[in-house]
Every structure is written in C-alpha cells, then in structure tokens.
C-alpha cells in the first residue's frame, strides 16, 4: 500500500505541473498584456518599469519558475494592482466554491441513487419511462441556461430569492446562506442528477439479472432489503467512477452558475483574473482546482476497494 | 443443527395432514418474441417429508423452470404459471410475494447449479448464512453467527471460524457449493431443491457434493427434490425419479424399479449416453440422435417421435397419455414401451 500510495502521489504532482505549466502557456498566447490593463493611460516607460516590477520581461520559464517555486511553499502570488495576496482570496472563495459543489453533487447523488434503484427494479413500468423521460430533458437542459431560467423568474419576476449572493459572507448563518445557496445548487445538481440516476439504473438492471439476487430471493430476503443491501453495492462502481471524473464537469458548472448568480466563489474569481490578465492569481487558481480535482479521484481509487472486496485483494497480490 | 433445533420448538403448530408438496397440472409458460415457450406443460406428483425425487433429463426439457415454477421464483413479467402447487395443504399458485417471502428459505430453499455466481461476491460469507437466519428466526446476532459456525461445519468446511469473515471469491468451487448448501439448510426447511448441485464443479468434488446432500438431507429429514441430466447420478440417492422431455413427465418411478424396468424410449436413451467405467478410455460419448424439441412449435403426436428409433406413424400424429401407475408406482406416456428384450439388446447395466 505505501508504495502505491507513493505511485498515486507522484501522478498527481505531475498532473498538477502539466496543468500549470499548460495554462501558463496559454495566457502567455493571449492577446493583450496585464500592463496595459494596469495602467491603460502609462507612458512606455513607465509600461516599460511596471512590466521589469512584475518580472514580467523575464523570459516564460523564469516567470513559470517563480511562480511554481512561491507556490509549493505556500506563497500563491498577488495581484498585480492591488497587491491583495491571493492566498486572502482563496481563503475566503474557496470553501463558498467547495459548499456548492458539495452540496450539488450530495443533492444530485442523494436523488439520483433511490431513483435508479426503484426504475432498475421497475424496469419497464410507467414509473420507470417517467423518470427516463424527465431525465431525459434535463440531460438537454445545460446548466447555464436553469441557471437564467431561475435567476429570471423565481430570482427577478417572483422574487422568491436573492439573485445576486455577492454579499455571502461565508459562513453565513446557515438559513441565510440557504437561501443564496439554493438556486446555484438547483441549477448545477439538476444535470448531475440525470448522468448518475441513468448510469445507475442500467448498472442495477444487470445486477438484477445475477444469479445472487436470486439466491437471495430464495433466503427469503425482502425486496428492499435485496435492493439496497445486495444489488447497490456491486452496481455503484461505475457511478462511482463517474462521480469522481465529473467533479470536472462539476467545476465548470460552477465557473458559470457563479457568475450567473454572483457567487463570490473560485469560480468567479477564475472569471475575473482570466479577464484582467492576473497571470499569478489565475496560474494558483488553476493549480488548486487540478489538486482538487487529482486528490478527488485517488480517494475514489481507494473507495473502490472498500466497495469490491475483490479489487481488495487484487491490489494486496499486487 | 441448532437452526433446526430452534425451527423444531418454535413450530407450535401440529404438522398437517396434507403431503409436503403436491403439484398437480403445473404449466409454466414464457411469452417471448419468437412465441410462446411451454417449458413446463402439466406435471404433477407428490413428494413427503424425508424423500427425494430426482428429476431427470435433456438440457431444455424444463428441469430448472419447473424447480423454481414450484417454488415461485419465476420472473415477474412475461410467464404464464397455471395448476396448483400445493405445500402442506397451503395453495402456492398465485401467491403473493409477501407471503411467499415467508416460505423461501424457511420452508423451502434451493441449492443452485453454479456456485461461483450464487453468493454475493461483495458481502462476507458469514454475513450471507446469517442475513436468512435473522431474517426468518427470531435470533439476536451472537446466536446467529454461533448457528452459522455450526452450520458451516457440519456442511465439512474446516476452520469455519476464519472462512465466516471471507469473501467468496477467497474459497474454492466446492467450498462455496458446501456454503450454499449451508445456507439452504440454515432455518431448517422442510422442502430442498438442487438444481444441478455438481454441474459446474470438478469432477473430484462432485461426489463430496452429492454425498453431503444426502446426508443433510437424511439427518435432517428433508423432502430433496435433486435435478440433473445425468442418470447416473441419481441412480443411488433418490427414492424416486421423474425423467422430463419437453417440459413433460414422460416417465416416473420409484428409482429401482425404473432401472430394472425402465419403459420409455427417451429413458433407455439417456440410460445409454452415460459413459460406463467398463467402456474402453477414449469411447466417443454417445449422445441422443437429433435435437431437443422446440417448445414454441413442438412436434405433433409424442414430442420425441422425431427422434424415437420406434417411432410409428400412430406416435406422429397421437400423443401419448401418462399412464396411470401400476402396482410399482410406475408411469410412463408411450404407445410402444420398451420390452424388457429390447432393454437388455440397448446394454443396461
Ligand atoms: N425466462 C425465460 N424466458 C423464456 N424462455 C425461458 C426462460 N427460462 C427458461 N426458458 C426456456 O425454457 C426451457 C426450459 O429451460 P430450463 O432451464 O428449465 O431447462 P433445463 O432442463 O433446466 O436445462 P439445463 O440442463 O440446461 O439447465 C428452455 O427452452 C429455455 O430456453
Ligand atoms: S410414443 Fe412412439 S415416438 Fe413416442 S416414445 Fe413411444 S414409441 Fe417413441
Ligand atoms: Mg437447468
């Protein structure tokens, strides 16, 4: 185990260096550059000293190089005008980021799982081709667009909730935060809910077929107990793996419901230093998302084994 | 044993009159796309509390289909279930699931042909022996697992006590069939089906298997209904034997007297594709000419006509009734049974 776990370490680093490096490359391809943004109306001189200031004339890998060599120890960078340190800014919008991703992927799972249990079960059924259908149309619904629909309506014409959470602060008490939460949340669960309920349904169906459930059948078992205790597990690997992979997906839903609601999470952060050129800021932003993203998928990797026993040994022979 | 025990005590009810199981016309039909599929077309018979019935034939003839039709564990949709089932009096045709849910495992239970896809392969085994238990017997935990250790020993695992904590994909073939064994016979039912017990392990194990069964179910004095393509392996451990041909009872006899005088052609047939010990090593294996009948188009007359070596145009046309038993108990359903002659030419041993 610890030298797979050494192996894991090892990938996710060098996941998060090519990430980096990737995005650092492509801000440089952008057009335009952050001094001009800084000071639109500067002389070339003074352009010329801003941009010796920031190390901004060194060449890519010296300015990769800081970056990195600041970053590992803890130093995400600042930002160019306001000198604010973007670890401050980390501090308080990533967990508002991590509450609605959580949130959003507790909410689509906690749907999603009874219904592909009970269509599996009722395959076929009215119920089943129900669900299928509904599932259906919010798979064709993207995320931005329920997020205007219910920023429009149940935010700006009925006035049900606040459309605008810039003002969270996190955390808030937590009916307050509810109510800026629970429109974000909708729109980037409603999606989730579709991916993991159809994948989990087709998964049960062919574990119903096994010839375990039946053997379970002729013990006796009741059928929820058969469903939830026998079928669920051997199904749920492949939802698993989804789950993780689309923490992805997940992260870019909530770049855009964020700036739809005005969420101050790392979404909307991300949005503005991509739009005001802050190379530092924008390069730590994506790093964490990458280690996030990296770590979320090594701790399914280790759920694997606690849900088949049979991967369990495979990697203790190994 | 203690399982029985508790099942023994807590049974206040004075045993009924009525057989252990009668089944009487029982069909079992699946609509399918291609038709429908007659798997099952009137059987019936009478089993006791400490007997067993083997049931004998082809692969397709309907063998599994009709174990799980008695049982009630047929898929939901698409099957046609008609006749009766009876289980100490107590009509089980078109019972509820609620109700049947009483008698799987406790009742009745059924051991299956492949253990390597019978036991849940996340759950412990152990957790798999006392999950019916506790479903059926009201027992605390403790006493539960204490049952399931006695279990696993008395189906001749060793070191039960390490194999409770491990998964089935840790034991071999024979090990798990012995754990599917022990947790059939758990709450101590009265009714055990085996539906191909030895099918799908190696050839060394499957008499531990058989013998296992028989002991369990002599000790336990089980009614055993044991299905199986291959005479030979019931030949010494039933009372009785039903040999099936498309979904038919086409003979039936208690067992002596079906080897000694056996009557249908199928039989004799299935009789001589077992391959003898006496047979010089490398004897091509006989097998019965022609293919299994179609059950959605089946032949007119006797469904084996097509491939009965005496068959005649009467047999073509006219389906021969099951007779009634005669003084042996002995049925059959043939216009031209095998003589005893012709037997002993066909080499029965
Ligand atoms: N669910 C089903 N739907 C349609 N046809 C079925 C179904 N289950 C079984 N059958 C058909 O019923 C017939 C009898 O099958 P069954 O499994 O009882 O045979 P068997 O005697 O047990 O054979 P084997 O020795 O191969 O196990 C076969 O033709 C099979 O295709
Ligand atoms: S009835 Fe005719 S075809 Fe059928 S088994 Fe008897 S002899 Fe053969
Ligand atoms: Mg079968």
């Known amino acids: 185990m610890p030298r797979t776990f050494t192996l894991k370490f090892l990938r996710l680093v060098l996941v998060v260096l090519v990430v980096t490096f990737i995005t650092f490359g492509l801000t440089k391809l952008q057009p335009g550059d952050p001094v001009s943004k ?88 009215k119920y089943d081709r129900g669900a299928n259908a509904t ?184 | 044993m203690s399982a029985a025990s508790i099942k023994e005590s807590s049974a206040t009810t004075p045993a009924s009159e009525a057989p252990l199981l009668v089944v009487n016309d029982l069909k079992t039909y699946f609509k399918t796309d291609r038709g429908l599929v007659r798997a099952v077309d009137g059987v019936s018979f009478t089993l006791e509390r400490g007997r067993t019935l083997g049931v004998v034939g082809e692969s397709g003839s309907g063998k599994t289909v009709l174990s799980r039709s008695i049982m009630g564990l047929l898929p939901k949709r698409d099957v046609e279930r008609s006749g009766s089932v009876k289980f100490e009096g107590v009509e089980l045709v078109g019972a509820d699931t609620s109700l049947m849910v009483e008698y799987w495992g406790d009742q009745m239970a059924m051991v299956f042909q492949d253990p390597m896809t019978s036991l849940n392969p996340v759950m412990r085994v152990g957790k798999q022996i006392t999950e019916g238990l506790r479903q059926h017997l009201d027992i605390s935990k403790d006493h539960a697992n204490q049952t399931a250790l006695a279990l696993l020993s008395s189906v001749g695992i060793p070191e039960p006590e390490r194999r409770l904590r491990q998964y089935p994909h840790e034991m071999s073939g024979g090990m798990r069939q012995r754990v599917m064994i022990a947790i059939a016979i758990a709450c101590g039912p009265k009714l055990l089906f085996a539906d191909e017990p030895t099918t799908a392990l190696d050839v060394t194990v499957q008499a531990q298997i058989l013998d296992l069964l028989q002991t369990q179910q002599r000790d336990r004095y089980m009614a055993m209904i044991l299905v199986t393509h291959d005479l030979g392996v019931v030949a010494g451990r039933t009372d009785e034997i039903a040999v099936m041909y498309a979904g038919k009872v086409v003979e039936k006899a208690p067992t002596k007297v079906l080897f000694s005088n056996l009557r249908h052609p199928y039989t004799e047939a299935l009789l001589s594709s077992i391959p003898k010990i006496s047979d010089p090593s490398h004897t091509r294996l006989k097998t019965i000419g022609g293919r299994p009948p179609n059950l959605i188009n089946p032949p007119s007359g006797c469904k084996f006509s097509p491939r009965c070596a005496y068959a005649t145009d009467k047999c073509r046309t006219e389906e021969p009734p099951l007779s009634a038993p005669d003084s042996d108990g002995h049925q059959f359903s043939c216009w031209f049974p095998v003589e005893l002659s012709a037997k002993q030419t066909a080499g029965v041993r």
Do not use: C
């Not at chain 1, 990769?64 to 604010?84: E, H, I, R, T």
């Not at chain 1, 689309?246 to 991509?274: D, H, M, Q, S, Y």
């Open chain 1, 135 to 318: 599932m259906f149309a919010l798979l064709a619904l993207p995320n931005f667009v329920v997020a205007l629909l219910l920023a429009i309506y149940v935010g700006a014409k009925w006035q049900l909730l606040p459309t605008q959470s810039n003002v969270i602060p996190f955390p808030l008490n937590p009916l307050d935060n509810w109510t800026y939460m629970l429109m974000p949340v909708v729109a980037l669960t409603l999606g989730q809910i579709a991916v993991y309920m159809r994948l989990l349904r087709s998964d049960m169906i062919a574990t119903l077929q096994e010839d375990f459930i039946t053997t379970a059948k002729a013990k006796g078992i009741p059928t929820r107990r058969i469903l939830w205790r026998h079928a669920l597990r051997p199904s749920s690997l492949t939802l698993l793996t989804v789950a993780g992979l689309n923490v992805g997906a997940l992260i870019g839903g909530a770049i855009v419901v964020e700036n739809v609601f005005g969420v101050p999470g790392l979404g909307k952060r991300i949005t503005e230093a991509i739009l005001a050129k802050q190379y530092p800021a924008l390069q730590s932003y994506v790093a964490i998302i990458a280690i996030l993203y990296v770590t979320v998928n090594f701790a399914i990797d280790i759920l694997y084994s606690v849900l088949d026993p049979r991967i369990r040994n495979a990697r203790s022979v190994a």
């Open chain 1, 38 to 125: 800084i000071i639109p109306f500067g002389t070339a001189q003074q352009k010329a000293e801003l941009r010796t200031d920031l190390g901004l004339d060194k060449p890519f890998i010296a300015q990769y190089g800081k970056w990195l060599g600041n970053f590992v120890q803890g130093d995400f960078g600042k930002y160019y005008d306001s000198k604010q340190s973007v670890n401050t800014v980390i501090k308080t919008s990533l967990p508002v980021s991590l509450e609605l991703m959580l949130y959003a992927q507790f909410f689509a799972l906690l749907i999603a799982i009874p219904l592909g249990v009970t269509t599996a079960y009722r395959a076929g059924s």
